[in-house]
T-cell receptor, first 112, second 112 residues
Framework: GQQLNQSPQSMFIQEGEDVSMNCTSS?????WLWYKQDPGEGPVLLIA?????ELTSNGRLTAQFGITRKDSFLNISASIPSDVGIYFC????????????FGEGTQLTVNP | ETGVTQTPRHLVMGMTNKKSLKCEQH?????MYWYKQSAKKPLELMFV???????ENNSVPSRFSPECPNSSHLFLHLHTLQPEDSALYLC???????????FGPGTRLTVL
């Protein structure tokens, strides 16, 4: 099936540092979504992107929908300990109906 | 805070048991989903319901049986499971089938 390549797989950073992660695909998506999952919980939607080139912010988080529609990145500025968790990207195509294709996740650890 | 709730949050069952997972959404959405999340693997879509009708079944073994009695409730009936079925089972909902999905906290299932 279709896959998203999400990188890095894990990150260990110091509090206050900025973080960047991205997802790439060989196929075009019409929607890109970024979710965060805390241990023992379900994914929580952070940012949704619906248009190529779109740059959207949610507090310290910024995400962009790549111009080619085959990639997206998520930046977190001035990280804090509660940013710890797994971040997932997900892509959706009009032709696939409701089906989301998920990346494998980026495990973020923030050291105080 | 989430508008999608799941019960139980944790379940341990033997291979001969029958159990059910419950999902309820309080968002007025028309589509509901079951996902399986195994360690170090992307989320796997299992079933999609739209307006109480099953619209996708992604080659899921028959030991998993979904039920959607109304647009607010979704069940996953489990029977004769295998240890490899141990995973986090996530429910999600969206306004319509192609809209952004919102996840519940999941049920951590362990099959002995």
């Amino acid at each position: 099936g279709q896959q998203l390549n999400q990188s890095p797989q894990s990150m260990f950073i110091q509090e206050g540092e900025d973080v960047s992660m991205n997802c790439t695909s060989s196929s075009i998506f019409n929607t890109w979504l970024w979710y965060k999952q805390d241990p023992g919980e379900g994914p929580v939607l952070l940012i949704a992107l619906y248009k190529a080139g779109e740059l959207t912010s949610n507090g310290r988080l910024t995400a962009q929908f790549g111009i080619t529609r085959k990639d997206s990145f998520l930046n977190i500025s001035a990280s804090i300990p509660s940013d710890v968790g797994i971040y997932f990207c997900a892509g959706q195509r009009e032709t696939s109906g409701s089906r989301l294709t998920f990346g494998e996740g980026t495990q973020l650890t923030v050291n105080p | 805070e989430t508008g999608v709730t799941q019960t139980p949050r944790h379940l341990v069952m033997g291979m001969t048991n029958k159990k059910s997972l419950k999902c309820e959404q309080h968002l007025g959405h028309n589509a509901m989903y079951w996902y399986k999340q195994s360690a170090k693997k992307p989320l796997e879509l299992m079933f999609v319901y739209s307006l109480e009708e099953r619209v996708e079944n992604n080659s899921v073994p028959s030991r998993f049986s979904p039920e959607c009695p109304n647009s607010s409730h979704l069940f996953l009936h489990l029977h004769t499971l295998q240890p490899e079925d141990s995973a986090l089972y996530l429910c999600a909902s969206s306004p319509q089938k192609t809209d952004t999905q919102y996840f519940g906290p999941g049920t951590r299932l362990t099959v002995l």
